[in-house]
């Protein structure tokens, strides 16, 4: 499940205690001692190492990884949390690409069913309530900014081989009617004469009115 279970008891200080992770040196484990040197003592704040694991910043062990270095980067820290959250959450966002903009309440009530039950009211409205604050640190990139979906590309390429069959079928049209020729035929029946007289008349007429 592509679900982080961690969460914070309140998340009044998340703001601050993110703030104060960028301004200091990366520890060599991120431990309970290194959050007090952050000048957070209290009890609520502690949960923070799990969820900083669950978002990829630390190790199992509580070691910095690649991206808690990224998100010193003041230029940079909205995005790496951004893509942080989409990965730790990334079930969330399979339901709603737009999980980000949820509201507690809605988030809340997803996660219910993606935990398929097994959490409590409290601990599911705890986990909701960092999600929400967390993603109030961090910018999203659009899930589909300048890129077509693969359903858009096909889409265009079917449109395209339509023109193309229609420009054929017009091509082909106009050859044919280029490529017409008319003809016809007369069929005469002759009255039973033996005066000569009378046929030289039928061909003369023939020859001025039809021919």
């Known amino acids: 499940m592509a679900l982080t279970n961690a969460y914070l008891a309140q998340t009044k200080n998340l703001g601050a205690i993110l703030k104060a992770i960028r301004g200091a040196q990366a520890p060599d484990k991120f431990t309970i001692r290194f959050l007090v040197q952050l ?3 209290s009890t609520n704040d502690r949960n923070i190492i799990a969820v900083l694991k669950g978002l990829n910043f630390l190790d199992d062990a509580g070691t910095p990884k690649q991206r808690y270095f990224d998100y010193l980067d003041e230029t940079q820290h ?9 990965e730790a959450y990334a079930d969330l966002f399979k339901v709603n690409n737009k999980a980000n903009e949820m509201s507690q309440a809605d988030v809340k009530a997803k996660l219910r069913t993606l935990t398929q ?8 409205k705890k986990m909701a309530m960092t ?5 109030k640190e961090a910018t999203f990139a659009p ?9 858009d590309k096909t ?17 082909h049209h106009e050859d044919n009617r280029r490529a017409m020729n008319l003809s016809y035929v007369i069929n005469i029946e002759l ?11 039928i061909f003369r007429s023939l020859r001025e009115h039809i021919l």
């Open 155 to 171: 889409g265009d390429k079917d449109k395209d081989k339509d023109k193309d069959k229609e420009k054929k079928g017009d091509e």
């Open 39 to 41: 000048e957070f003592k």
């Open 117 to 124: 039950g097994s959490k409590g009211d409290a601990v599911l």
């Open 191 to 201: 009255p039973p004469t033996r005066d000569q007289a009378v046929y030289d008349a």
């Open 131 to 135: 999600f929400v604050a967390l993603c």
């Open 143 to 151: 899930a589909t900014a300048g890129k077509k979906t693969g359903e």
């Open 78 to 86: 909205e995005e790496v949390m951004g893509q942080a959250i989409q």
